[in-house]
């Protein structure tokens, strides 16, 4: 092979090389871009179990896009504002640093059977999905004081009346989850919850 030969073959190793990277990254940021034109939108609904109670009824809605039918895994847990917080976490007997918690064991209402509910510390709770349009209700109950000694009253106000989730869901057609990160500032809770709190989420939120 003279040198003219090898030029033009090593070129062409190069350009095939190129083309195989290229048509690669091409389906790679289309499914990314497909992956987050799928990001889900939730309606969020907060209000009380019932006149007088602490419990508060906390409803998630999967309301888009339409071509996201369903998601066949969804697990909601209360986020520490605090990422970086020392001390043992909930799951190890630590405090829940919200004001109010997943009843534990329980998970959603009319949810199938087989679902394992809330964890023992009422932090996280998976769930086997939703269809579009459907509603899971959550159970929500006050949590108790930080620190040994600590009033009900001193911890509402430290805690603050906001509570933070963190939604990951999926899709049986996507390794990748979808995480979102909401809030809702519940007020009081119980009685001085004022009627529905009420707000619609998508993977962008807040």
């Not at 109010?100 to 998970?107: D, I, M, R, V």
């Amino acid at each position: 092979m003279d040198g003219w030969a090898l030029v033009v073959s090593i070129a062409a190793l190069g350009i095939s090389i190129l083309a195989a990277w290229y048509t690669r990254e091409t389906a790679r940021r289309d499914r990314e871009r497909r992956h987050d034109e799928l990001a889900p939108r939730f309606r969020l609904t907060c209000r009380p179990w019932g006149s007088g109670m602490q419990t508060l009824r906390l409803g998630v809605t999967l309301i888009g896009p339409p071509s996201l039918r369903r998601l066949h895994a969804f697990q909601l847990s209360i986020r520490d504002p605090n990422p970086h917080r020392g001390g043992p976490k909930p799951e190890d007997g630590g405090p829940v640093w919200s004001p109010y918690k997943l009843q534990p064991h329980a998970g959603p209402i009319f949810n199938p059977p087989h679902d394992p509910g809330a964890d023992s510390a009422g932090v996280t709770c998976p769930t086997s999905g939703m269809a579009q349009g459907q509603e899971l209700v959550f159970q929500l109950i006050p949590t108790t004081p930080a620190r040994e000694g600590q009033t009900d009253e001193a911890w509402r106000a430290e805690i603050g009346t906001v509570v933070r989730f963190t939604f990951e869901s999926r899709h049986k057609d996507w390794e990748q989850a979808w995480i979102l990160t909401p809030e809702i500032d519940v007020g009081a809770g119980g009685e001085e919850l004022a009627g529905l709190h009420q707000r619609e989420i998508r993977a962008d939120f807040p």
